[in-house]
Every structure is written in C-alpha cells, then in structure tokens.
C-alpha cells in the first residue's frame, strides 16, 4: 500500500453532517404532519451568515400563500453584532419560499378547500443553500396531544422493559 492508496483513502465527512440549522419541534407537537415539501428560501447576505452561526428561531413562524407566491412570516434570525453599519437588518421581516408552481397549486388547493395549514419543519443545508421543510398540517386538539404524550410515554416505558428485561 503506496502513499497514493492512502490519500485515495481519505475519510469524508456524512453527506448531511451539521446540515441541520434548526428545527420546529412545536409544529410536531401541535399538528398531524401529513405531507411535507422542500422550498427555498430569499435571504440577505447577513441572514445567512447568522443562519451559519444557527442564530434562528421558527418556532413562532408560519407559512401563508399570497398572490400565488408562499411567504415565510414570524421566523427570527438574530443578526450577527458584527453586521454592517449601513444596514438596518429587520430580524423578523417576510422572506419569500421558492417552490415549484406544481407544488404551490397543491399547496393552494389544500389550504383553500380542505382546510390546512403551513408549518415550517425544518431549516437545513444542502449543497451550500438554505432549504426550509414545509409541513402540510391540521391541527391537533387537546384530546390528540394528550393520546400522542401517552403513547410516546408507553413506547419509552416499553423500550425500558426490554432493555432491563
């Protein structure tokens, strides 16, 4: 084995290592997830260098479809201090989410009709962009919430019995 084989060998990094900006673990709890699409997103230069930083809060954020255009509105990116003086950045301001006009006329339809809602999932790298993982969702009565915690609770009691068991 020459010094070539070796550096062929060169360890790399999983495809999705620290991928993951941040994540809306409320919208799961709040709603049943039923269909979930990929968008990207409009953002100023120093939104994603806080992005890179992972200064960014959604769970407060929401998704609304206006003039055929969806719209990301209530996610908080905190800017950097180190942002530029001649910039006032708006850390809450309205970004625009890029989709396919296939999937913004699903979207349309199911939130017109059938009474869905928009949630933002995720936040996470791909190839050096910014995507955000929307959730087609309705939402959860108390009853739900309530039947999910149980439920999860039994599974984590379950796992616990077999492991000691």
Known sequence: MGYNDQMAKKKSKPANAGATIALNKKARHDYFITDRFEAGIVLEGWEVKSLRAGRIQLSDSYVL?????AWLLGALITPLPTASTHIHPDPTRTRKLLLNRTEL??????VERKGFTLVPLAMYWKRSRAKLEIGLAK?????DKRATQKERDWQRQKQRLLKSG
């Open 65 to 69: 479809i206006k003039d055929n255009e």
């Open 105 to 110: 006329d699903k979207l349309i339809g199911a």
């Open 139 to 143: 939402g959860k009565q108390a009853h």
